[in-house]
């Protein structure tokens, strides 16, 4: 759609929701469907007397659009006081709570449907607002204030990625009294604001505070009202090998349908190949990795034709919630796929919100067996196995035979040359074919966050091979494409990582340290120069103690060699030092002595590819403390 084909305008949006609609059907189904029923209907009759109209809805969510904030604002008050009366009556066997956000800003209108920041913002004050209670932007705060009896909680400035906005509550009643802290200021916006970003940003991201821990993040994965599912890796049944590919196609198809949706948390496809290999139980992977349901598929190919029988397994109950077999021809393997997700959408309750679609990256492919040969690639190359990345490597060319222009391909072939660095297959030196190749992904894909990030990461980390800007300059735009790549709100794990690493390599090491916890949290086992560069943000920030832990895991597994493990040795010598461990520091120095008896920093920094801090200050001190521990400047 050209811009001029755009139909844009100034819109008040209505946004609301059932607080623990889950919960409540796991209860109750019948009566919490009755209920929702009779408060929907409540809900439409009163847009209808105050001018809304109801441009979409999901299940228990509901998005109308008003022409005066007033309106909207009395109509919300007027539905609040209908429910709480409601819930007040002894008849009453299901007591739903909806939660109200209100904001007027620019949105697009598609079809009979609005999408854009005014939407988007409307539902992240939705999420922030109380259950019982209504949240607004400043833009509604400014028209009503002195249009209603009711007083205001400033909740100051609140910001989710890109969005930026002045909230208020609308206080209905003596209890809804609070405040929140502004997240311009220093001090951290504790679990209720935590719980509220994991609500709204998105399938793979995770907002961890410092001060976090397992339990923490379990708690706060029940209260959100988001379950979480693991899709194992697809089993091919055939008895041939070349249908392994179909079946890992299926499932990274999956897991990237599933992932799109808002309120439901996925875990990544290398923590699925993971737990297949370490062959852990539905109770450990329970335990270990938080996860409320999991997904199985068994596929039989038999030339054209395909079985397919999936299983979805409630592992807290302990029971199997739905199973069914699936007969289609391998032209049809798309819509299947996605019938599939929908089917398990519908299973966990999972309405269909505003913004999502299936595999929004597939758009980009006109073939679809270069969608299928895409996502192949992907999951050889992050392998780190020589053989698989050779494989990835003859894939992707393929892809570009037919889509040289395809800015997904382009942005993951630029990073797959990382891939063949780590295994041997060329050296670490920027070439020009990919500096053409990430030039290339984010002309043809400026909207992408992993285009952003790879091109923020090349500037950094070779600023000679751009003349044309002074160094200054150069580091400046990197930045820019740093944040960009961040606030594109990736879903996925590789763009989660790629904006992380970029942030990392440009030094905003913050910024950087939320999405490695993003990133961790849906893949725990990543390549070894992620946990690397976590570790290294974490000590810059000073929190020794996560970064001590971070390194030592890296070091000891045997899943890690090379750079990042001598990297992660040094990380912790260096921690052991600042906190008055010195013989343990120089304990550490010998072991790193011992994989390289010629090691120094510089050649450690080197070792370790991606061991850069641009605060010159903080690698000063980095390397005077490591040498009194041993190792020589």
């Known amino acids: 759609m050209s811009a001029k084909e755009i139909d844009r305008k100034i819109a008040v949006i209505f946004a609301t929701d059932v607080v623990n609609y889950s919960k409540h059907m796991e209860i109750d189904e019948s009566e919490t469907v009755k209920s929702l029923r009779y408060c929907e209907k409540t809900l439409k009759g009163l847009f209808k007397k105050h001018n809304g109209n109801l441009f979409n809805s999901g299940g228990d969510s509901f998005f109308a659009e008003f022409v005066s904030a ?48 005014g939407v988007n913002i409307a539902a992240r004050l939705e999420a922030l607002s109380l259950p019982g209670g209504i949240s607004i932007s400043k833009s509604i705060f400014d028209f009503v204030r002195s249009r209603i009896k009711h007083q205001f909680n400033d909740l100051g400035i609140q910001k989710v990625k890109q969005n930026e906005f002045h909230a208020f509550d609308i206080v209905l009643d003596p209890s809804q009294k609070r405040s929140l802290k502004s997240k311009k200021s220093k001090g951290l916006i504790l679990s ?37 599912i693991l899709i194992m890796p697809f089993e ?82 302990n029971k199997i919630v739905w199973t069914e077999k699936y007969d289609f021809k391998l032209k049809d393997i798309f819509e299947i796929q996605d019938t599939i997700s929908e089917k398990v959408l ?52 393929e892809i570009f035979k037919s889509e040289p222009n395809n800015p997904v391909v382009l942005s993951m072939y630029a990073w797959y040359f990382t891939a063949q660095a780590s295994v041997g297959l060329r050296d670490w030196s920027i070439n020009k074919d990919m500096l053409n190749t990430a030039k290339s992904a984010v002309k043809y894909g400026p909207e992408l966050s992993d285009s952003n990030s790879l091109l923020a990461t090349l500037m950094a980390k070779n600023p000679k091979e751009f003349p044309e800007y002074s160094e200054e300059k150069l580091f400046d735009i ?34 950087a340290k939320e999405n490695y916890e993003k990133a961790l949290k849906v893949a725990p086992h990543p390549p070894g120069n992620v946990k690397l560069n976590y570790a ?81 200050s903080f690698m000063k001190k980095l390397s005077s403390t490591l040498e009194k521990a041993g190792i020589s400047s």
């Open 236 to 317: 091919n049944r055939s008895g041939n090998k070349s249908d392994d590919q179909l079946s890992s196609g299926m499932t990274d198809i999956i897991i990237s349908s599933l992932a799109s949706y808002p309120r439901l948390l996925v875990q990544s496809s290398s923590t699925s190949n993971f737990i297949r290999k370490k062959g852990l139980s539905d109770q450990e992977i329970k335990n270990e990795y938080y996860v409320n349901y999991i997904l199985r598929g068994y596929n039989q190919v038999s030339g054209d034709k395909i079985r397919t029988t999936v299983e979805l397994s409630d592992i807290v109950k």
């Open 536 to 616: 290294l943000a974490l000590t810059y920030l000073k929190e020794y103690e996560k970064a001590y832990q971070m390194a030592s895991d890296l070091s000891e597994n045997e899943q890690y060699f090379g750079g990042a493990q001598l990297g992660a040795l040094g990380i912790r010598a260096f921690i052991d030092m600042e906190e008055g461990r010195s013989s343990d520091a120089k304990n550490l120095t010998k072991k790193i002595l011992e994989i390289d008896g010629s090691i120094n920093f510089n050649k450690l920094r080197r070792a370790m590819k991606t061991f850069i801090i641009m605060d010159r």
């Open 192 to 228: 209720f604001a935590a719980a509220i970003l994991v609500i709204v940003i998105g399938s793979f991201s995770f907002y961890l505070t410092n001060k976090m821990d397992a339990k923490d993040i379990e708690q706060i994965i029940a209260e959100s009202d988001r379950p979480m």
């Open 70 to 117: 007033v309106d909207a604002v009395e109509c919300a008050v007027e539905f609040q006081k209908e429910i709480k009366n409601r819930n007040s009556l002894s008849s009453t066997n299901v007591a739903l709570e909806f939660r109200v956000g209100i904001n007027m800003g620019d949105v697009i209108k598609e079809k009979s449907n609005l999408l854009g920041e």
């Open 478 to 511: 990197a930045k820019k494409y740093a944040i960009k790549a961040s606030d594109l709100n990736p879903t996925g794990i590789i763009s989660i990582l790629s904006a992380a690493n970029s942030l990392f390599i440009v030094g905003l090491y913050d910024e």
């Open 346 to 397: 519908e299973k966990l309750q999972i309405k269909l919100t505003l913004g999502t679609s299936f595999d929004d990256d597939r758009r980009y492919f006109k073939d679809p067996k270069n969608w299928q040969r895409f996502l192949k690639a992907n999951s050889l190359w992050l392998s780190m196995s020589k053989e698989e990345v050779k494989e990835a490597g003859e894939l992707f060319e």
